[in-house]
């Protein structure tokens, strides 16, 4: 009588082929770049979130005619450290303390209230603030990952309502040149960060 059952050659094929399966799976879904889409679209998200929250104080604070807008041009970004890459925002200088980037301060609190690395006192607006806390990069660090560096930066005008936030793209597909492109085609004037805001050439 004959026994059922496989031979080890038949086990051998069979985890031959799930193996090429796998590594074929792996390499067309490249889970590293599916994360790194998913923090790109939560940038997107967070930068859309930022505009439309400092377009409602801008329409509430006309109609109250209180305007507490920077008296000066102001840049901040909310990276964590100390240090601040070359390039992407913002190119870095040393200077004093909390200087990290040609003008920019550094600033980490995601305070609504204008003490926040946005300084637009959200709180002031009329039936209560349209942000509970300002986001951060989901990186938000010196990085390679964004070309130079991860994180947010906020750049405004001392005219009233002139302003942009920028973040670096991470993924393929979100950054210049990729399938979804926002960075080069946002209308911006930098071609290596995703722009919104009032203006996009500051």
């Given amino acids: 009588m004959e026994s059922k059952g496989f031979t080890l050659i038949e086990l051998l094929v069979v985890i031959a082929i799930l193996a090429i399966l796998t590594t074929t799976v792996v390499l067309v879904l490249n889970p590293a770049e599916l994360l790194r889409q998913a923090r790109d679209s939560r940038r997107i998200s967070d930068l859309q979130a930022m505009n439309h929250a400092i377009s409602l104080y801008l329409t509430d604070q006309a109609v109250a005619s209180t305007f507490v807008w920077n008296t000066t041009s102001t840049c901040t970004v909310s990276v964590t450290g100390n240090t601040v890459s070359s390039t992407s925002p913002?190119?870095?200088?040393?200077?004093?303390?909390?200087?990290?980037?040609?003008?920019?301060?550094?600033?980490?609190?995601?305070?609504?209230?204008?003490?926040?690395?946005?300084?637009?006192?959200?709180?002031a607006v009329t039936g209560g603030a349209p942000i509970s806390k300002l986001p951060l990069d989901?990186?938000?660090a010196s990085s390679?990952?964004?070309?130079?560096?991860?994180?947010?930066?906020?750049?405004?005008?001392?005219?009233?309502?002139?302003?942009?936030?920028?973040?670096?793209?991470?993924s393929i597909k979100y950054s210049s040149g990729g399938s979804n492109d926002v960075e080069s085609k946002d209308g911006g004037n930098n071609s290596s960060e995703y722009e919104v805001g009032s203006s996009l050439v500051l």
């Fill in 144 to 170: 390679t990952a964004c070309g130079t560096a991860c994180y947010y930066s906020y750049k405004a005008s001392s005219t009233v309502g002139i302003y942009e936030i920028d973040a670096a793209m991470e």
């Fill in 90 to 123: 913002i190119a870095s200088t040393t200077g004093a303390s909390g200087l990290v980037a040609s003008g920019c301060w550094v600033n980490t609190t995601q305070a609504n209230d204008g003490t926040g690395w946005i300084p637009v006192q959200f709180t």
């Fill in 138 to 140: 989901p990186v938000n």
